[in-house]
């Protein structure tokens, strides 16, 4: 699979980079951003892969959230994909910014017309990590996975869907319970279809209920000011609630005002990255 380098900058010892390539699954030209730290020169490093929230590129965390530092410190090797398929001339694909471009949702949707481009599940669980580990050094054996937001809620089901896949899994301000927010409603009937059975499948509250893999420690950090918070997009307790009762570990925190941003993101991200490297360099 040929990868095209579209930028390349030194950043805290490493670099700091984003590829093109033609994607299987997506059928278009995605563009993703891969931070390769000091320690990749010299050996295979853990990966830790980012999912983005609603209306981002592979852009936003790389130019905002300041994660480098910590990962050039902690010697991990950090991909961060787009959000959707794009330019896929799907009629209705830019209409709205919570559905369609920037809104894949991490699902494989099964209906018309999306099923075709529509496929960031498998985009990010298996192709990517496919190319990631055919043309970078990095251990295939030691990867985790976090998220903001709708990207949040891709980084807890894609650790809940595979067990033993992820080492650890983290998210900022996650879409929790999809199934029973407007976000989660509308980008789940595009996607899947009216059959709201079919919704539970990407759902982290409803597969946390049928979790019954290797253990798995989440954190989770929520702004206590966010206003999709209070509108009930994320709805967290769901998801503790749920946890508690299936015993899983979940470090919630709140944090007295912070908001959805990225200025929320770059306060907490190090604490992430520490989270992660714990397990992945154990």
């Given amino acids: 699979m040929a990868l095209k380098q579209i930028s390349s900058s030194r950043c805290f010892g490493g670099l700091q980079k984003v590829f093109e390539h033609d994607s299987v699954e997506l059928k278009c030209k995605m563009r993703f951003a891969v931070y390769l730290p000091p320690k990749a020169e010299s050996g295979k490093c ?12 592979e852009q936003n965390f790389i130019t905002k959230s300041g994660f480098q530092q910590a990962a050039s410190e902690h010697g991990l090797v950090v991909i961060a ?7 896929c001339n799907i009629k209705g694909e830019d209409d709205s910014w919570d559905f369609g ?9 099964t209906e018309d017309p999306w099923k075709t481009n529509y496929r960031m599940y498998s985009y990010v669980t298996e192709e990517l990590p496919q190319l990631i580990n055919a043309n970078f050094p990095v251990d295939p054996q030691r990867m985790s996975i976090f998220g903001h937001s709708m990207g949040g809620h891709g980084a807890l089901i894609c650790a809940l869907k595979n067990p033993g896949k ?10 929790c319970n999809p199934v029973l927010c407007s976000w ?36 989770i950090d929520q702004g206590k000011d966010d206003e999709f918070l209070s509108k009930e997009q994320l709805l967290p307790d769901n998801f503790i609630a749920a946890c508690t009762e299936k015993k899983i570990p979940v470090v919630f925190r709140l944090q007295e005002g912070y908001d959805h941003s990225y200025y929320f993101i770059a306060t907490f991200i190090t604490d992430h ?10």
């Fill in 46 to 57: 853990p990966a830790l892969y980012w999912l983005s929230g609603l209306t981002c590129t």
């Fill in 81 to 87: 994909p787009d959000t959707s398929p794009r330019g």
């Fill in 101 to 109: 471009t920037g809104a894949g949702f991490y699902v494989n949707a």
């Fill in 166 to 175: 992820y080492k650890s899994v983290s998210a900022f301000a996650p879409i």
């Fill in 184 to 219: 989660g409603k509308k980008a789940f009937n595009g996607y899947l279809g009216p059959d709201q059975s079919k919704w539970k499948a990407y759902d982290a509250t409803c597969l946390v209920t049928s979790y019954s893999g290797s253990q798995i420690d989440i954190l």
């Fill in 273 to 282: 990255i520490r989270h992660h490297a714990k397990y992945l360099n154990a």
